[in-house]
């Protein structure tokens, strides 16, 4: 019985066995039904509290362990967003930092903010643009001119005639930091 029921529980525990035992039985090859007595329990009140003192350690120890848990789960999921996305990262720093918020502040993160997401790694179409670096750095500059003669194209059917004036001007003032001339082989 002690295995079922905890000592602070002794009132279940009695009308457990109380249960079993006051169910008359009828004795074999004799008129005689039996009738078992009733059990009472008790339990010493000293007893009682040190079980309900290590009951509640024993709670709040798992509960501490959970939350624990909890704010591990919660602190790598806050170090995933931050390293993925760096404005988040730059919002965590302002408020905890909010000192540092001054107007030449704001406006150079703001500036940051707008360099850091037009490169962030985790965005699709800078990974495109890392493919397109990659396809292009081997390719000599008539092919170059073609790409970027075909992609302005590609805009300016899209209705974005001033993108692919950007790309033409992106184009020649790569090529003249390259040392690569739209004329001139590359070596």
């Not at 008790?42 to 120890?61: F, G």
Request: proline residues 5%; negative net charge.
């Amino acid at each position: 019985m002690a295995r079922l029921y905890p000592l602070t529980e002794h009132q279940a525990a009695q009308a457990h066995i109380n249960s079993r035992l006051g169910t008359s039985h009828d004795l074999v090859d004799a008129p005689v039904r039996l009738l078992w007595a009733r059990v009472q329990l008790t339990a010493d009140i000293t007893d009682i509290e040190t079980v309900v003192c290590l009951q509640r350690r024993i709670h709040d120890e798992a509960l501490n362990e959970q939350t624990n848990r909890q704010r591990q789960h919660q602190a790598e999921e806050l170090h995933r967003a931050l390293s993925t996305t760096p404005t988040l990262a730059l919002a965590h720093w302002l408020i905890h930092q909010p000192q540092a918020a001054d107007p030449n502040t704001i406006e150079a993160l703001s500036r940051l903010t707008r360099e850091i997401t037009t490169y962030a790694p985790h965005t699709a179409w800078v990974q495109v643009a890392h493919l397109l670096q990659t396809f292009v750095q081997d390719l000599d500059t008539p092919a170059r001119t073609n790409l970027v003669d075909s992609l302005a194209q590609i805009f300016t059917r899209y209705d974005q005639p001033e993108l692919a004036d950007r790309l033409r001007s992106i184009a020649t003032q790569m090529q003249s930091v390259n040392g690569h001339s739209p004329s001139s082989p590359t070596c």
